[in-house]
């Protein structure tokens, strides 16, 4: 078992930034690879950002690749997504997940998930 618990969303005008965190309790945390997905109401989640144990990282081509940067501290359980450039459409739930896969892409490919940070960007 899991848990996961993000923080670090909140209010920020567009251009700014913000760096959204996940904290993981449970199994050793260098055995799973971390992802951080989004969502909005009516729409799947949207995949943002994937990190395997040992650092390597797939990135979507949107909206995380040149904006977003995901990394993760083994000794502290922790993944960071940290995100600049911030646009409106940005404005989402942004949830952190846990999974076994290296580096997918896709939702079902992740067994534990957070209960989501909310993130607003203004115009």
């Known amino acids: 078992q899991v848990v996961l618990v993000e923080s670090g969303g909140g209010l920020v005008q567009a251009g700014g930034s913000l760096r959204l965190s996940c904290v993981a309790s449970?199994?050793?945390?260098?055995?799973?690879?971390m992802a951080w997905f989004r969502q909005v109401p009516v729409k799947d989640r949207e995949f943002v950002s994937a990190i395997t144990p040992t650092g390597n990282v797939v990135d979507s081509t949107f909206p995380a690749k040149g904006r977003f940067t995901n990394s993760r501290d083994n000794r502290k359980n922790t993944v960071y997504l940290q995100m600049g450039s911030l646009k409106p459409e940005d404005t989402a739930d942004y949830y952190c997940?846990?999974?076994?896969?290296?580096?997918?892409?896709?939702?079902?490919?992740?067994?534990?998930w957070g209960q989501g940070t909310q993130v607003t960007v203004s115009s």
């Open positions: 449970g199994r050793a945390f260098d055995t799973y690879s």
């Open positions: 997940a846990a999974g076994f896969v290296q580096l997918g892409e896709r939702a079902d490919e992740y067994d534990y």
